[in-house]
C-alpha cells in the first residue's frame, strides 16, 4: 500500500480520520515486513554460520579452508545485501526519476551476463520484443527486476531448455513476458514464489538463491507504477509484467551509453 495523498486538504474530521487510519495501516505493514524479514534472514544466517564452524574445527588444509570461507562470507553478504535492499523497496515511497528505456537493448546486456554465469549458449534466450519498445522507468531498478526473473527462469529450466521474452502493446502500457521451461509452479504457489525467503524446490538456503529474487523484482517493478505476476504457460512459468509504454524513446546509441555502467554493476552482484 502506498502511502496517501496528504496533498488534499482536510476538510473534515472524517477525512482526517480516514487518512490518519490509512497511514496507520501502513507502518503497521511495514514494520510487521521489516519484522518478518529480520526472524528470516536470522534464521538463514544459521546455516552458513555453522557450515563456517565446522570448516574452522575441520583438519582441512588451509587452501580448503579458505576456499570454503570465502564461499559462505560470499553467500552472506548477497544475503544480507538482498534482505536490506526488499526492505528498503518496500520502505522508499520517493518516487523514483523515470527515463525512456528500450527493452531489447536491455535484454542483450542482460542475457550477456546471463550466459556467462551460467554456461547457457545465447541461443537458448530468445527475444521476441522489437526495437519499438520502449518503457518508461528507473534504469537500475528495472534492470535488477529483469535480471532477477531471467536468473531464475535459467535456475529452474533444463539444460536444453529455452527462456523466451515477449511481448505487445496494450494501449499506454507494453506487456512483457518472460517464460521458461521448467515445469510450472502449482496454481496455489503462483502468488507464494514472490514472498520473501520462499524456495518451493526444498533447496537449501543458499544453493541457487535464498528466495529473495522473485520478491526484489515485484517490488522494483510495483515501484515504478507497474505489475509482476505469475501463471503457468506451455511448459513452464510465465512471468509477466506490465510497464508504463514510453511516446517518445531515444536513440540506441544513447540508450547503450547509459546502460553499460549499470550491467557492469549488476554483473557482480548475484541473487
Known amino acids: 500500500m502506498k502511502w496517501p495523498d496528504l496533498v488534499v486538504p482536510l476538510n473534515n474530521v472524517s477525512e482526517q480520520t480516514r487518512t490518519f487510519d490509512q497511514i496507520s495501516e501502513c507502518l503497521q505493514s511495514t514494520v510487521a515486513l521489516q519484522q518478518q524479514l529480520l526472524r528470516d534472514l536470522s534464521h ?33 553478504q548477497r544475503l544480507v545485501e538482498d534482505t ?19 527493452i531489447q537493448a536491455l535484454w542483450e546486456m542482460l542475457t550477456e551476463n546471463a550466459c556467462y554465469e551460467s554456461g547457457w549458449p545465447a541461443e537458448q534466450l530468445h527475444c521476441a520484443v522489437d526495437a ?13 527486476a529483469l535480471e532477477n526473473i531471467l536468473r531464475n527462469a535459467i535456475r529452474h529450466s533444463p539444460a536444453g ?17 518472460l517464460e521458461d521451461q521448467g515445469g510450472g509452479v502449482a496454481e496455489h504457489d503462483l502468488q507464494r514464489i514472490f514472498d520473501p525467503f520462499t524456495r518451493l524446490d526444498g533447496s537449501r538456503p543458499g544453493n541457487g538463491g535464498f528466495g529473495l529474487g522473485l520478491s526484489i523484482a515485484r517490488n522494483a517493478v510495483q515501484r ?3 505489475r509482476l505476476w505469475a501463471e503457468n ?16 524513446g531515444v536513440s540506441d546509441d544513447a540508450f547503450a551509453s547509459k546502460l553499460a555502467p549499470t550491467l557492469e554493476r549488476l554483473h557482480t552482484k548475484k541473487v
Open 44 to 76: 538463514e544466517l544459521r546455516t552458513p554460520l555453522s557450515r563456517l564452524r565446522v570448516a574452522s574445527e575441520s583438519e582441512q588444509d588451509l587452501l580448503q579452508l579458505r576456499e570454503r570461507i570465502g564461499r559462505e562470507v560470499d553467500g552472506m
Open 84 to 102: 536490506l535492499q526488499l526492505a528498503w523497496l518496500d520502505t522508499e515511497r520517493a518516487p523514483l526519476p523515470d527515463e525512456a528505456i528500450q
Open 132 to 144: 519499438s519498445c520502449w518503457v518508461r522507468g528507473h534504469l537500475n531498478t528495472l534492470a535488477q
Open 161 to 177: 531448455g529455452i527462456v523466451r521474452l515477449d511481448g505487445l502493446r496494450d494501449g499506454d502500457d507494453w506487456h512483457l513476458w
Open 224 to 226: 515504478q507504477g507497474g
Open 233 to 248: 504457460a506451455g511448459q513452464g512459468l510465465r512471468l509477466n509484467m506490465r510497464l508504463l509504454a514510453d511516446l517518445d
